[in-house]
């Protein structure tokens, strides 16, 4: 069955840093999502994207975050200069269509320190 | 801002019995409802999925009840299976037809199932 793979599986990096996720999604899916779970928490909706362009974004997702599809296959979150409180699962998506569920990969977990 | 709630954090049931998994939602707007399963240091996984013009949707032995004037939605495992043992999400959305688009968690039950 076909999965969304993310890297790397675990993310550490110095407060103040850029950092990139990686996500390659389901080969035919059209739809792309970041969620986020930060330990013992929910877990959160950040952006959607469609059509090479943010389609939806949380009160989370401000300026410092960042969203890319560089190509046919990759998708990316960019976190310009770390906090401590991103620290968290990150979690890639993808749906075929609005109307159907997403596929999540396995995250990343990104520690600030 | 607690939009969707699962108030048990955890539940046990014996190998071959009925689980049922809660969850509450305080959004009248939402009209899309799912179930994923996680295992740990995997992502969540799609289970089953209801919309707001049913009250139930079954696939194999998972079923979900909708009972949208209590606002309120639940997970049926019959019978449970020690493979069953993972966390549940209950997650909603709001859309035109239902979309799966800016799914809302709530923050899961931790399911055993004792042999």
């Known amino acids: 069955e076909p999965e969304v793979t993310q890297t790397p599986s675990h993310q550490v990096t110095q407060m103040g840093q850029e950092v990139i996720l990686r996500c390659v999604p389901i080969s035919n899916h059209l739809y792309f999502y970041w969620y986020r779970q930060i330990l013992g928490q929910k877990v959160e909706f950040l952006v959607s994207f469609y059509n090479n362009e943010i389609s939806e974004k949380s009160e989370i997702f401000d300026d410092q975050f960042s969203v890319e599809r560089p190509d046919g296959s990759n998708f990316t979150l960019k976190i310009r200069s770390t906090k401590l409180e991103d620290s968290a699962m990150y979690f890639c998506?993808?749906?075929?269509?609005?109307?159907?569920?997403?596929?999540f990969g396995n995250g990343t977990r990104l520690t600030v320190t | 801002d607690q939009q969707v709630k699962q108030n048990s954090p955890s539940l046990s049931v014996q190998e071959g019995r009925i689980s049922i998994l809660n969850c509450d939602y305080t959004n009248s707007m939402f009209d899309y409802f799912l179930w994923y399963k996680k295992y740990p240091a995997e992502g969540p996984t799609f289970l089953i999925s209801i919309s707001s013009i049913k009250d139930k949707n079954e696939d194999g032995r998972f079923t979900v009840f909708l009972n949208k004037s209590a606002k309120h939605l639940s997970l049926h495992i019959v019978p449970s299976q020690p493979g069953d043992s993972a966390v549940y999400f209950c997650a909603a959305s709001e859309g035109d037809q239902g979309g799966s688009e800016k799914l809302v968690f709530g923050k899961g039950t931790k399911l055993t199932v004792n042999p």
């Open positions: 998506a993808s749906s075929l269509s609005p109307n159907s569920p997403l596929h």
